[in-house]
């Protein structure tokens, strides 16, 4: 549905202006009515929110993001359901770009700013692991590049609507060997269909084909037909660099990416940490002189953050913290809500909250069904969750 400025949700967010529409629906930027607080609202479209299996995509995201308190992972702040029954999601407001933009702008990034993604990107991946879920769907474009003070880094992990929960009851909501993420970043399990042994290493494999894309601007894995970049995925190598590249992965890297990118998951790193770990080290061993996450993106020269740094992870410790005893006391009020399966509270309180059955997502968008989709961009400012 299209929300007119000044629309009132919940009566307490009043929207703002719209700032995208994806495949399930469109994201508006609202104001908290009291406090005049910036956020984000995700409202699904009326005809997927009769859908089950999308609306059980949309519960999942909400179950999933608010267990994964985290600072490195996008904050959802409340949910509902608009007077005609759509529901949304009210998120953190983000100021910046997404990584894909980012590239698009300045083609590749600088070795040591590349380290620094990773480094916080397998942060948070790591705290979802840990809990037992997969994101499947790790790519620039659900990756956020906050704009901060004194062009420091800081990335956000968006987007966790085909998530895989290994704890998870078999309630599944597809088959048993649906195609869901984006190709390009899909790791073999994924791209065969074998939903089975889609694990922690899987999103391991999507990290590696996003450290390969920053350092180079190409893609590891790329061909004009879908079909074509499953099967490379499966059984070929990653596509070789122009000789006017090639520098641009040292050997060093590339064996650490090369293992993350074995065809077997248990030739991959252990862990996504162990990946980070090794990635940043390889990185600082192929310009021993640079620091590795104080090189802003584009190609400038790195600055000295060492003292920066601690002061800013303890900061997120602390702000962990209060974000995980948050989540839990938000993830209870949720779970009583109406709209989530068994919940015992009334839809005159909250109308439809957010969260429901796990399981595998539907064969979607996500698989390629619109290729033009995956390579189109829309003018203007993009909000995390614009395409969802």
């Excluded at 609202?41 to 299996?53: D, G, T, V």
């Excluded at 999507?206 to 059984?235: K, Y």
Aim: net charge positive; with cysteine; glycine share 10%.
């Amino acid at each position: 549905m299209d929300l007119p400025i000044g629309t009132l949700l919940g009566e307490s967010y009043e929207v703002i202006r719209p700032i995208g529409i994806g495949g399930m629906g469109a994201i508006y930027e609202a104001a908290q009515v009291r406090t005049r607080k910036r956020v984000a609202i995700k409202m699904m479209s009326k005809e997927l929110a009769a859908h089950p299996e999308a609306l059980a995509r949309f519960r999942r995201e909400v179950k999933v993001t608010t267990e994964l308190a985290h600072p490195h992972i996008v904050e959802v702040l409340d949910f509902g359901a608009s007077p005609t029954g759509e529901p949304y999601l009210v998120m953190e407001y983000l100021d910046g770009e997404d990584l894909e933009r980012r590239l698009e702008r300045v083609g590749r990034l600088e070795p040591p700013t590349a380290a620094e993604i990773v480094k916080q990107l397998a942060s948070a991946l790591a705290v979802a692991h840990a809990e037992g879920i997969v994101h499947r769907d790790l790519k620039p474009g659900n990756v956020f590049l906050l704009r901060m003070p004194g062009d420091a880094l800081f990335v956000k992990v968006v987007d966790f609507g085909i998530s895989k929960v290994l704890k998870a009851a078999t309630t599944k909501l597809t088959m048993a060997r649906a195609v869901v993420g984006t190709p390009e970043f899909m790791s073999p399990e994924m791209a065969a269909g074998r939903v089975d042994q889609v694990d922690h290493r899987s999103d391991q494999w999507a990290l590696a084909c996003l450290a390969w894309h920053m350092l180079s601007g190409r893609l590891p894995f790329w061909q004009t037909e879908v079909s074509d970049i499953l099967n490379q995925v499966i059984q070929g190598q990653p596509t070789p660099l122009p000789p006017e590249l090639a520098g641009c992965i040292s050997p060093a890297v590339d064996k650490v990416l090369r293992r993350a990118l074995s065809k077997r998951r248990e030739d991959r790193f252990p862990t996504i940490t162990a990946f980070g770990r090794a990635f940043e080290a390889a990185v600082a061993e192929a310009a021993p002189g640079a620091e590795v996450g104080a090189a802003p993106s584009g190609g400038e020269r790195a600055r000295p953050a060492r003292r920066r740094r601690g002061a800013l992870w303890l900061s997120l410790g602390v702000a962990a913290a209060v974000l995980g005893a948050a989540g839990w006391i938000f993830r209870a009020e949720i779970t009583s809500s109406r709209w989530w399966p068994g919940g015992a509270r009334s839809s005159a309180e909250h109308g439809h909250a957010a969260g429901g059955p796990n399981g595998e997502p539907a064969p979607s968008d996500r698989a390629g069904g619109d290729d033009g989709a995956r390579h189109r961009r829309r003018a203007g400012q993009r909000h995390p969750g614009a395409e969802f």
